[in-house]
């Protein structure tokens, strides 16, 4: 590993080389509910069991049910006093993530932290079910929508138990390569211009805009809720099956200088459930302490238009 030359620390205390573990000792989770999207592989099952080490009960969303319910098992086999529960999601559709809130909801569940960390990566060109750019659909629709259909679950929760709801969204420093003009409003689904790293870009940058536009809501209305982006890392995970020559590169030199699941999961829940962390919104971060997004992840008026295109994609 040559991940000591990042070991540098920030402000926060913490480095790019601190493991979830790490960034979250100490803190007593118990009581808070989460959801954690994508927790059936990579870094989404490294965040959920970080969180129920911490008491969190949480609420796995996965697409795969039969991998989900393996992780569940390891983490309750290694966590005997965890709350962990499993529930089918597929952010590639909308039916499903309806379905998916509906059926949270008719738990009667609080909701604390919503994290929102599936993602596909530099797919071929493909459409979802819904007739939307699968990249577009998948990292950042899907979730516009889930957290949309949780808004009301999470303001009451925030409310009634007086501790601050968090939002969390996993973008990257792939948000720096989108198209020129940020979000193709207008290509969105245009095969004949379609790049697939840009389109990973553009999704990517959508998951910082959706989160300052919604903490921007949110401190518009007084509602005790936060919501952040942040960047993992690079991280050897299975984002790039599509690219099958930049994958064997990752998984062998890689290792060297990417992170680790550990790492990797550390910034998020570092965001998801540090004291430090309470009271700030609208941030990007990385490497478990503020940094600075591109100029277009920071448009305010790009992320209102985001918005507005988001919602009528939905309804």
């Known amino acids: 590993m040559i991940m000591w030359l990042f070991s540098w620390k920030g402000p926060s205390g913490f480095s790019a080389c601190s493991t979830a573990e790490e960034v979250t000792q100490g803190i007593d989770g118990s009581g808070l509910t989460a959801i954690v999207t994508g927790a059936s592989s990579g870094i989404g099952t490294e965040t959920a069991r970080v969180?129920?080490?911490?008491?969190?009960?949480?609420?796995?969303?996965?697409?795969?049910?039969?991998?989900?319910?393996?992780?569940?098992?390891?983490?309750?086999?290694?966590?005997?006093?965890?709350?962990?529960?499993?529930?089918?999601?597929?952010?590639?559709?909308?039916?499903?993530?309806?379905?998916?809130?509906?059926?949270?909801?008719?738990?009667?569940?609080?909701?604390?932290?919503?994290?929102?960390?599936?993602?596909?990566?530099?797919?071929?060109?493909?459409?979802?079910?819904?007739?939307?750019?699968?990249?577009?659909?998948?990292?950042?629709?899907?979730?516009?929508?889930?957290?949309?259909?949780?808004?009301?679950?999470?303001?009451?929760?925030?409310?009634?138990?007086?501790?601050?709801?968090?939002?969390?969204?996993?973008?990257?420093?792939?948000?720096?390569?989108?198209?020129?003009?940020?979000?193709?409003?207008?290509?969105?689904?245009?095969?004949?211009?379609?790049?697939s790293i840009r389109a990973y870009g553009q999704s990517k940058l959508a998951n910082i805009l959706h989160a300052n536009e919604l903490n921007k809501r949110f401190?518009?209305?007084?509602?005790?809720?936060?919501?952040?982006?942040?960047?993992?890392?690079?991280?050897?995970?299975?984002?790039?099956?599509?690219?099958?020559?930049?994958n064997s590169l990752a998984t062998t030199l890689g290792r060297l200088v990417l992170k680790d699941l550990p790492q990797g999961a550390a910034t998020t829940c570092y965001v998801a459930l540090h004291p430090q962390v309470k009271g700030v919104g609208g941030k990007y971060f990385k490497d478990n302490n503020i940094a600075s997004a591109s100029a277009q992840a920071q448009d305010e008026e790009l992320a209102k238009k985001l918005w507005d295109f988001s919602m009528n994609l939905i309804n």
């Open 51 to 195: 969180l129920a080490r911490r008491g969190v009960h949480v609420i796995m969303g996965v697409r795969n049910v039969t991998a989900g319910t393996s992780v569940k098992d390891a983490i309750m086999t290694e966590i005997p006093f965890a709350k962990v529960d499993l529930m089918e999601l597929d952010l590639s559709s909308m039916a499903s993530v309806r379905e998916f809130a509906s059926e949270f909801k008719s738990k009667g569940l609080p909701l604390n932290i919503l994290i929102n960390n599936a993602g596909v990566m530099a797919t071929p060109f493909m459409l979802s079910e819904d007739g939307i750019e699968l990249q577009f659909a998948t990292n950042h629709l899907g979730h516009f929508l889930l957290t949309d259909l949780l808004l009301e679950t999470m303001k009451d929760t925030a409310r009634n138990s007086n501790i601050e709801g968090r939002i969390v969204n996993l973008s990257s420093e792939g948000h720096r390569f989108a198209y020129h003009e940020g979000i193709r409003f207008d290509k969105i689904n245009d095969e004949s211009c379609y790049n």
């Open 219 to 246: 401190k518009e209305e007084g509602v005790p809720i936060t919501a952040n982006s942040l960047h993992p890392g690079a991280i050897v995970t299975n984002l790039l099956r599509y690219h099958s020559f930049i």
